[in-house]
């Protein structure tokens, strides 16, 4: 069965380095999401991406985030200078269509010291 | 605005023991509504769904009701087994049309089925 995949599985960082989070939807998919989980708190969105563009971004995705689809295959996220907030588990997701089930990966776990 | 409430965790049970995980939501619309579990090292998978009122999702053994008028999609399942040890997360979808459609999730429930 196809699945999304991610890449790191845990990621370590120091406070004010580059960070890539790599993401691999699942083949057919059209749409592409990130999600992130602080520990202990709500699963939350952060950007949509359909067509080459970002269609919907939150409140939290500020200018220190990018995401990109460098070829066919993968979906990444940046953050450009880690803060120690930004430690969170970080899931990438992809539909078909928007109305479609979203599929999940397994996360990235971001650790910012 | 649209949120998703769900019942503090960790839930712990013995096995064969009735299963209820209370969900309620707040949405403009008429949202879809989800159940989501995720399993020791692994990704968030679709456990069920409903898109309208008084619909039932079931998948696994596992049942949620979409109540309009209580504002509620809480999980149930009749008898528990060790191997459903895992977070449950409510989630809600209002679907614009033409809109990104994201998922708003609640904060997870641990489930612990002990032998």
């Known amino acids: 069965e196809p699945e999304v995949t991610q890449t790191p599985s845990h990621q370590v960082t120091q406070m004010g380095q580059e960070v890539i989070l790599r993401c691999v939807p699942i083949?057919?998919?059209?749409?592409f999401y990130w999600y992130r989980q602080i520990l202990g708190q709500k699963v939350e969105f952060l950007v949509s991406?359909?067509?080459?563009?970002?269609?919907?971004k939150s409140e939290i995705f500020d200018d220190q985030f990018s995401v990109e689809r460098p070829d066919g295959s993968n979906f990444t996220l940046k953050i450009r200078s880690t803060k120690l907030e930004d430690s969170a588990m970080y899931f990438c997701?992809?539909?078909?269509?928007?109305?479609?089930?979203?599929?999940f990966g397994p996360g990235t776990r971001l650790t910012v010291t | 605005g649209n949120s998703v409430t769900q019942m503090e965790g960790p839930v712990t049970l013995s096995e064969e023991a009735f299963l209820t995980i209370n969900c309620t939501y707040t949405a403009t619309g008429y949202p879809s509504l989800f159940w989501y579990v995720q399993y020791p090292g692994e990704g968030l998978q679709l456990l069920l769904k409903a898109t309208k009122a008084d619909d039932k999702g079931s998948n696994k053994g596992f049942e949620a009701t979409y109540r309009k008028e209580t504002t509620s999609f809480h999980l149930e399942k009749g008898s528990v087994q060790v191997s459903d040890s895992a977070v449950y997360f409510c989630?809600?979808?209002?679907?614009?049309?033409?809109?990104?459609?994201?998922?708003?999730f609640g904060t997870g429930t641990l489930l612990a089925v002990q032998p």
């Open positions: 989630a809600l979808r209002v679907d614009y049309g033409g809109a990104t459609n994201k998922l708003i």
């Open positions: 991406f359909y067509n080459n563009e970002i269609s919907e």
């Open positions: 083949s057919n998919h059209l749409y």
């Open positions: 997701a992809s539909s078909v269509l928007t109305v479609y089930e979203q599929y």
